[in-house]
């Protein structure tokens, strides 16, 4: 399931919310479809994110669900599509956990990672132990990725559940929490954001996934 399957549900739409920003949605009149509103909504979340007059500038994210059910990894190949589209810079897809391996490891990470567009690649994923990752580990991690790539955008693990996501969002830039409209409760969403505020993590947005429009699709083509 890609990006944008994962965003466009039962009425196949979804709002995507920046706190530092609330610009208002166009384009949706016409040939509005589900499709296009997701990828739109989108491109105005990276646009928001990596703004060029950012400061300090924003060049590695970590994107962390609010609970199990967000394709967070789906999400984040919707937003390095669009940010290479936007960008003649480098830009690497990371997350995720593999089984060990004994080859690769200390190779460049482009030599063994996906290309999946001129100035996009697909990291494979980091070996992840059973026991929980160290901090040292994560932040020497996402500093290969930061030394090799000018941006990067890291599918973490869910965010209160695990100290990893925590350790990975103190490092990198800031993180972005994606919600379940159907599934996550506010108080636990309060609860995250709370630790991370008392962590000093650089909480950059939210984004709002599984949203059901009050009425049929069909009317919305004609509003």
């Given amino acids: 399931m ?20 609330e610009a208002p949605t166009t384009g949706l009149v016409g040939d509005w479809s589900p499709e296009r509103f997701a990828r739109e909504q989108i491109r105005r979340l990276v646009r928001q994110l990596f703004s060029l007059s950012a400061v300090p500038p924003i060049r590695q994210v970590v994107f962390s669900a609010v609970g199990q059910d967000s394709d967070v990894p789906g999400i984040c190949r919707s937003v390095g599509r669009v940010l290479a589209e936007e960008r003649f810079e480098d830009v690497a897809l990371a997350g995720g956990c593999a089984e060990p391996r004994g080859d690769g490891h200390n190779l460049p990470l482009k030599q063994i990672a996906t290309r999946m567009q001129r100035n996009l690649w697909l990291l494979p ?38 100290d990893e996501a925590m350790a990975m969002a103190q490092f990198a830039d800031g993180i972005v929490l994606v919600l379940s409209a159907r599934n996550t409760r506010r108080a636990t969403a309060r609860k995250v954001k709370q630790t991370l505020v008392e962590a000093r993590v650089r909480l950059l947005g939210t984004v709002l996934s599984d949203r059901e429009f009050p009425i049929p699709e069909a009317l919305y083509r004609h509003l």
């Avoid at 990752?133 to 932040?139: F, K, R, T, V």
């Avoid at 500093?143 to 869910?158: D, K, L, Q, T, W």
């Fill in 2 to 21: 890609n990006g944008l399957a994962s965003i466009c549900n039962a009425a196949r739409a979804t709002i995507l919310e920046l706190e530092s920003s």
């Fill in 125 to 162: 994923p980091v070996w992840c132990a059973e026991e929980n990752i160290g901090s040292a580990s994560l932040h020497k991690y996402l500093g290969v990725i930061r030394a090799e790539f000018e941006y990067s955008i890291v599918a973490g693990p869910p965010a209160g559940e695990s």
